[in-house]
């Protein structure tokens, strides 16, 4: 008897601004990544999206996409996700379908409902208050599928290019809110564990529990997000991740800055209630070498269920953070 196939993993990106680079540079790094992720044989490749944060470029994921896309050949490139209440649905499916009119079959519509960014950014964006996402959603389907009433103001408008279809749709969730939304609409589901404490395998059960098959998606497929931080020794992960420890920490009390390198990471003092959010947030992580960051992940989406890995690492050298998908990819088989 053949052993299972290992399960397939997929990249998110932040495209994250390390201390010393350049925004502009780090946002034409993205290829570099998009690249390798389709040599590999990773099976998508999505940009967040964010705004006001020194310590990310990925303010325009359906740029980086576009880019990312016509750099690539094979890899799904999409977004996880666009956060809806940042844009009026008639744009979203605007550009969407034109992404899907340029690179056929190769990009992800993936959807959040929370802002990406602070009070003051949402503010300046003009973001659709309270939880609209769900009318928000109906609305931009609609501009899609025909789906306005007669005589409903909207009815006559038509989301150019309207001879292809809308890209698969993804609801993004961090708790598990939108599990039987997205089961009952026929989508995709994916879970952000990389920064979520909460458990994903109720959420994951409760989208499978009323999932409905649609035309994008004849079955469930829920995709669980990890942060991963992978080198050749358990030390030199753990050094790597140390630029995490305080990025994160600084991400708790309201800083968005550049990425730390893990010697400033390492020097900074700690105090006793710093160390305790530190530790809170390296439980969100899998730090080691190959072999121990495969038996983790493969633990954990046996555990809750999840069809696809989507793995997100940010650490302070663009070459050591290539290196750890490179070596990740090694761990399952996936390297050429």
Partial sequence: M?????????ILDLAPVPSGVPPSLAARRTVDLARLGDRLGFARYWFAEHHGMQSVASSAPEILIGNAAGATRRIRVGSGGIMLPNHP????????RMLEALHPGRIDLGLGRAPGSNHSA?????????????????????????????????????AMPDDVPLP???ILASSGASARMAGGAGMGYSFASHFSPTPPAPAFAAYREEFRPSAQFARPHAILGVAVVCAQSHERAEYLAATMDLGRLRIARGEFLPLPSPEEALAYPYAADEREIVRQNKALTLVGTPAQVRERIEAMARDCGADEVMVVTNVHSHEERLRSYELLAAAFGMAS
């Fill in 2 to 10: 053949s052993a299972p196939l290992p399960i397939p993993l997929s």
């Fill in 89 to 96: 649905p008639l744009r979203v499916a605007e550009v969407f």
């Fill in 122 to 158: 949402s503010r300046a964006l003009r973001a659709f208050e309270g939880d609209q996402f769900p009318s928000m959603l109906a609305e931009l389907l609609a501009f899609c599928n025909d789906g306005f009433p007669e005589r409903h103001p909207f009815r006559t408008v038509r």
């Fill in 168 to 170: 698969p749709v993804w």
